[in-house]
């Protein structure tokens, strides 16, 4: 915990005995009952480290069931409602939960995992936060006691880490770099496509085709896939042509489309076409599948050998995870007819990146949706209105590991393996569980290929399981000496912000309120009250030498504690301009690479300029392209113009 976050003692704090009304305690309740729904969704959507995510669930659960009980029994536990001691514990016990969520959001998904991999430092990290959250609820002494026990929660912390470890080092396939970190790729695309799909996003006119003259029609069968010969510059490669149903659709995709070769498991896309003489016609040229798909491949050259099927699991759940990284796992259709296996016989995701829309659909009159019923999970045939989730695709992946163990297409709901099949046993009950009815009690995506790799690895050792029971735990804790809550009327951090906000609101109301919150650990209080005094809201009795030394202070602990990295950009800034501080470009780079690793737009910008000018002691254009690219790709004119000046390829 950071040296100035501060807790009540039960022991301290005798002097106060203010009576606070009861709403200012309601908006704190109502926080912390937000943060628990919105954890809540994370543990149920968590593709990574799920166990500890489960470890902090535990935690908040408890405490959303203990204030739920304040509240409801409002009257005999009035004495906790009168206590500013419980106000300003609760307030700190707010700001833990606060932090819980961040940590958790960003952990469960690998495109935001990058920096903790980087650091390795997630055990450190969830062990501080899970001691800081154990302490304050001892603290609050509140009227249900809560005894844990935490004998089990470091092994179910380091299995998880395990398991992330793993799959780091076998994922493979464009998602990791050489060092087994997050690749930049995945950050890269899961930027651009969370553009493109964005308001920001310029959906200019399509005008960039392949010349016609550059291919060879090899059959005039007018199919809606036909293949063709690249004769360009001598790569005379055979490519498919598939005719383009939706092409507002494939516009808006075929920036990102063009950057999916990155991955070896899905189909490459070369560009599209207009056939000639036909300016109606548009086709999608892609990698042609010398096999065709996978149920035409297992009908003309099965049965296939166990490690076959093994190998095309594999394959198949590594395109799957590449495209649930960058954020377009919701675009596809998973059945046999949309694998391809190519001529070096390895499994690709197919061309189709248009879900089918499920949505006012009639399925015994859609021949398409016919086919396809028994690969449909079933929150999609009991709801219209469901989206395609990960969860329903992960169903499909089920139904389809099955038809590949079996060689034949699903005609039931709940099939079972037969005896014939000889896939590991491990591999049917990864497939059934997938195919759950409900779908939190689906694996992952990560947890599918670990099975599946440990299985085409001939690794059989089994996940341990373990029971999970909490230890109780506390730590000694500073005290406030003073309190300043009714100096700003107990407002809510929240509601500061909004203060902030208003083109009227009271500026020194508001850093009442960050200066007071600041002492209890919020870091987002302590950022505000640096840019309060940096952008002069409020007078201090100070020279401005010694002003701007304070903010550069404040501005250093909160970006040091990487909570809020609006701060790293501000201590960069001051750092590269040596106001507080002495002047500093490399350690200004440092703050400036933070902040565009927590996803700050212009900081991308800042490291990726520092980075190809050197000015911050050495050039490194690897580096420049990367961060400069992932600033253009979130539309930041200043990195357009710079890639576009220097023939940075977008």
Same mark, same amino acid.
């Given at each position: 915990?950071?040296?100035?976050?501060?807790?009540?003692?039960?022991?301290? &704090?005798?002097?106060?005995?203010?009576?606070?009304?009861?709403?200012?305690?309601?908006?704190?309740?109502?926080?912390?009952?937000?943060?628990?729904?919105?954890?809540?969704?994370?543990?149920?959507?968590?593709?990574?480290?799920?166990?500890?995510?489960?470890?902090?669930?535990?935690?908040?659960?408890?405490?959303?069931?203990?204030?739920?009980?304040?509240?409801?029994?409002?009257?005999?536990?009035?004495?906790?409602?009168?206590?500013?001691?419980?106000?300003?514990?609760?307030?700190?016990?707010?700001?833990?939960?606060?932090?819980?969520?961040?940590?958790?959001?960003?952990?469960? #998904?690998?495109?935001?995992?990058?920096?903790?991999?980087?650091?390795?430092?997630?055990?450190?990290?969830?062990?501080?936060?899970?001691?800081?959250?154990?302490?304050?609820?001892?603290?609050?002494?509140?009227?249900?006691?809560?005894?844990?026990?935490?004998?089990?929660?470091?092994?179910?912390?380091?299995?998880?880490?395990?398991?992330?470890?793993?799959?780091?080092?076998?994922?493979?396939?464009?998602?990791?770099?050489?060092?087994?970190?997050?690749?930049?790729?995945?950050?890269?695309?899961?930027?651009?496509?969370?553009?493109?799909?964005?308001?920001?996003?310029?959906?200019?006119?399509?005008?960039?085709?392949?010349?016609?003259?550059?291919?060879?029609?090899?059959?005039?069968?007018?199919?809606?896939?036909?293949?063709?010969?690249?004769?360009?510059?001598?790569?005379?490669?055979?490519?498919?042509?598939?005719?383009?149903?939706?092409?507002?659709?494939?516009?808006? #995709?075929?920036?990102?489309?063009?950057?999916?070769?990155?991955?070896?498991?899905?189909?490459?896309?070369?560009?599209?076409?207009?056939?000639?003489?036909?300016?109606?016609?548009?086709?999608?040229?892609?990698?042609?599948?010398?096999?065709?798909?996978?149920?035409?491949?297992?009908?003309?050259?099965?049965?296939?050998?166990?490690?076959?099927?093994?190998?095309?699991?594999?394959?198949?759940?590594?395109?799957?995870? &590449?495209?649930?990284?960058?954020?377009?796992?919701?675009?596809? !259709?998973?059945?046999?007819?949309?694998?391809?296996?190519?001529?070096?016989?390895?499994?690709?995701?197919?061309?189709?990146?248009?879900?089918?829309?499920?949505?006012?659909?009639?399925?015994?009159?859609?021949?398409?949706?016919?086919?396809?019923?028994?690969?449909?999970?079933?929150?999609?045939?009991?709801?219209? !209105?469901?989206?395609?989730?990960?969860?329903?695709?992960?169903?499909?992946?089920?139904?389809?590991?099955?038809?590949?163990?079996?060689?034949?297409?699903?005609?039931?709901?709940?099939?079972?393996?037969?005896?014939?099949?000889?896939?590991?046993?491990?591999?049917?009950?990864?497939?059934?569980?997938?195919?759950?009815?409900?779908?939190?009690?689906?694996?992952?995506?990560?947890?599918?290929?670990?099975?599946?790799?440990?299985?085409?690895?001939?690794?059989?050792?089994?996940? !341990?399981?373990?029971?999970?029971?909490?230890?109780?735990?506390?730590?000694?804790?500073?005290?406030?000496?003073?309190?300043? &809550?009714?100096?700003?009327?107990?407002?809510?951090?929240?509601?500061?912000?909004?203060?902030?906000?208003?083109?009227?609101?009271?500026?020194? +109301?508001? %850093?009442?309120?960050?200066?007071?919150?600041?002492?209890?650990?919020?870091?987002?209080?302590?950022?505000?009250?640096?840019?309060?005094?940096?952008?002069?809201?409020?007078? +201090?009795?100070?020279?401005?030498?010694?002003?701007?030394?304070?903010?550069?202070?404040? %501005?250093?602990?909160?970006?040091?504690?990487?909570?809020?990295?609006?701060?790293?950009?501000?201590?960069?800034?001051?750092?590269?301009?040596?106001?507080?501080?002495?002047?500093?470009?490399?350690?200004?780079?440092?703050?400036?690479?933070?902040?565009?690793?927590?996803? #700050?737009?212009?900081?991308?910008?800042?490291?990726?300029?520092?980075?190809?000018?050197?000015?911050?002691?050495?050039?490194? &254009?690897?580096?420049?392209?990367?961060?400069?690219?992932?600033?253009?790709?979130?539309?930041?004119?200043?990195?357009?113009?710079?890639?576009?000046?220097?023939?940075?390829?977008?």
């Amino acid at each position: 915990m950071a040296k100035d976050s501060i807790i009540i003692n039960n022991n301290n &704090f005798n002097k106060i005995k203010s009576e606070i009304p009861y709403e200012k305690f309601s908006q704190i309740i109502k926080e912390i009952e937000k943060s628990y729904e919105e954890i809540v969704e994370i543990y149920k959507k968590a593709e990574h480290n799920r166990r500890i995510c489960g470890i902090m669930l535990e935690r908040v659960l408890i405490a959303n069931m203990i204030i739920n009980n304040l509240k409801i029994c409002k009257e005999e536990n009035l004495n906790f409602f009168l206590s500013e001691k419980n106000y300003i514990n609760l307030n700190r016990f707010s700001i833990i939960i606060s932090k819980i969520y961040k940590l958790l959001l960003e952990i469960s #998904q690998l495109q935001s995992l990058y920096k903790y991999i980087k650091y390795n430092n997630i055990e450190k990290i969830v062990k501080n936060l899970k001691d800081d959250f154990d302490s304050t609820i001892q603290i609050l002494n509140f009227p249900l006691k809560v005894n844990y026990n935490l004998n089990s929660d470091d092994k179910r912390i380091k299995a998880d880490i395990n398991d992330l470890n793993e799959y780091l080092q076998y994922i493979e396939g464009d998602l990791t770099d050489s060092d087994k970190n997050v690749s930049d790729i995945v950050i890269h695309l899961n930027a651009l496509n969370n553009t493109i799909n964005s308001k920001l996003y310029d959906h200019d006119e399509f005008d960039e085709f392949l010349p016609y003259n550059d291919f060879e029609i090899l059959n005039n069968d007018f199919s809606s896939t036909r293949k063709c010969k690249r004769i360009k510059n001598g790569d005379n490669d055979f490519v498919a042509f598939k005719l383009v149903n939706n092409k507002n659709d494939i516009i808006k #995709q075929v920036k990102i489309l063009s950057k999916l070769e990155k991955c070896h498991n899905i189909i490459k896309f070369y560009g599209l076409i207009i056939e000639d003489n036909n300016v109606d016609k548009w086709y999608l040229v892609n990698e042609w599948a010398e096999y065709g798909n996978l149920r035409n491949y297992y009908l003309e050259y099965g049965p296939l050998d166990v490690n076959v099927k093994l190998k095309f699991a594999v394959d198949i759940a590594r395109g799957l995870n &590449f495209l649930k990284s960058i954020g377009m796992i919701n675009c596809i !259709s998973i059945y046999a007819e949309n694998i391809l296996i190519t001529d070096r016989e390895t499994a690709k995701i197919g061309g189709n990146f248009n879900s089918i829309d499920y949505s006012n659909m009639n399925l015994e009159r859609n021949s398409k949706l016919e086919n396809l019923t028994q690969y449909l999970a079933p929150e999609l045939l009991n709801s219209n !209105s469901q989206r395609y989730e990960t969860k329903s695709i992960i169903y499909s992946f089920g139904k389809l590991l099955w038809e590949i163990a079996e060689e034949k297409y699903p005609q039931k709901r709940y099939e079972t393996f037969s005896t014939n099949s000889f896939l590991p046993k491990e591999y049917k009950e990864i497939s059934q569980k997938a195919t759950n009815d409900d779908p939190y009690l689906r694996p992952t995506l990560a947890k599918i290929f670990i099975t599946l790799h440990r299985l085409y690895k001939n690794d059989d050792k089994k996940l !341990s399981s373990s029971t999970y029971v909490l230890k109780n735990e506390v730590k000694e804790k500073g005290i406030i000496k003073e309190s300043k &809550f009714s100096d700003f009327n107990y407002m809510t951090l929240d509601i500061a912000m909004i203060q902030h906000k208003l083109s009227d609101g009271d500026c020194n +109301l508001a %850093f009442k309120c960050f200066e007071t919150y600041s002492k209890l650990g919020d870091m987002r209080a302590k950022y505000f009250k640096a840019y309060y005094i940096h952008k002069k809201y409020i007078k +201090l009795d100070i020279d401005d030498t010694k002003r701007d030394q304070l903010i550069a202070k404040l %501005f250093k602990e909160v970006a040091d504690l990487d909570e809020y990295p609006e701060a790293q950009i501000r201590y960069g800034y001051c750092l590269y301009k040596g106001i507080g501080v002495k002047k500093n470009l490399k350690e200004a780079l440092e703050y400036y690479t933070k902040a565009a690793e927590n996803h #700050q737009i212009n900081a991308m910008y800042n490291a990726g300029f520092l980075y190809f000018s050197g000015d911050a002691g050495k050039k490194d &254009f690897k580096l420049g392209e990367r961060y400069m690219k992932l600033a253009a790709y979130h539309q930041y004119k200043p990195a357009m113009e710079y890639c576009k000046k220097h023939n940075i390829l977008l």
